[in-house]
């Protein structure tokens, strides 16, 4: 076979059962949002909260410093633990930590909070970001000694990372300037590409982890780029559910996730 955009994949089994295992997953988080089961952070945090009022609850800039420290305590440590590996596992690994560094420091300086997170779900999610970067991590470096791609995309892969990362935090800084300190409501966004689709941080989070695809070039890291397309079309739908719900004033011609499509 002809591997002509993607690494072999190394011989392990576990290794080449996880880009399976987390497709899998990622879309059974895609349809639990679109049918109700919703991770609980942002407007979802207290969603069934009766049932639920065992459940410890974190605040918001508490439940989001979990959600991804840990992964980015795995990108930093990535340098120590593999310090060789050659250009593409340097720009990989750097990719990650970047994008989890880039969400902490939203996380203390940016972001306005109005809720809570549930506990479990934190965990969850925590413990799936940490797995995703530390195991594109150790797959990238069983592909050292591996036959390169035909088609060498890691540079296009830079530069749409680069772009995916930038539009995510403007769009971020978008939203947190639609409140004013101690205010805690949420209003319709604008602004950017907040007049064409509701999730435009969403869609720019896509796209970064498409640039890490690019860069990495495993069946793993495609496996994650389509997973978390999935997984953000199921919140960006029923986020824009949520909205129409909320907002009379709603333009109905602004679509979840992608302009003029979905």
């Not at 994008?99 to 420091?105: A, E, N, P, T, V």
């Not at 604008?190 to 690019?214: D, M, Q, R």
């Not at 397309?229 to 559910?241: D, H, I, N, P, Q």
Request: proline share 5%; glycine share 8%.
């Amino acid at each position: 076979m002809d591997h002509t955009f993607l690494f072999q994949q190394p011989p392990p089994l576990y290794i080449r059962a996880l880009p399976p295992i987390t497709l899998l997953f990622l879309t059974y988080l895609c349809f639990s949002e679109i049918i109700g089961k919703h991770l609980q952070y942002s407007k979802f945090w207290n969603v069934d909260s009766q049932s639920k009022s065992n459940q410890i609850k974190l605040s918001s800039k508490t439940g989001m410093l979990l959600l991804y420290g840990p992964a980015f305590v795995a990108g930093v440590a990535s340098f120590g633990l593999f310090p060789y590996g050659g250009l593409r596992f340097l720009l990989l690994k750097s990719a990650l930590t970047i994008h989890f560094f880039k969400r902490i420091l939203e996380v203390l300086f940016v972001h306005k909070f109005s809720g809570g997170m549930v506990l479990g779900s934190a965990i969850l999610i925590s413990g799936s970001y940490f797995s995703l970067a530390a195991s594109l991590i150790y797959v990238q470096h069983l592909t050292e000694g591996l036959p390169e791609p035909s088609i060498d995309l890691k540079y296009l892969g830079v530069v749409i990372f680069l772009v995916g990362i930038s539009g995510n935090f403007y769009h971020h800084y978008l939203l947190s300037k639609l409140r004013e300190k101690g205010d805690k409501g949420y209003k319709l966004p604008k602004g950017g590409l907040f007049n064409l689709v509701l999730c435009p941080h969403y869609l720019f989070e896509i796209v970064a982890f498409w640039g890490i695809f690019f860069v990495s070039q495993t069946a793993l890291s495609l496996s994650c780029a389509i997973g978390v397309a999935l997984y953000l079309a199921g919140r960006s739908f029923v986020t824009r559910k949520w909205y129409l719900s909320k907002f009379e004033n709603f333009p109905r011609e602004v679509k979840a996730l992608v302009p003029f499509v979905f």
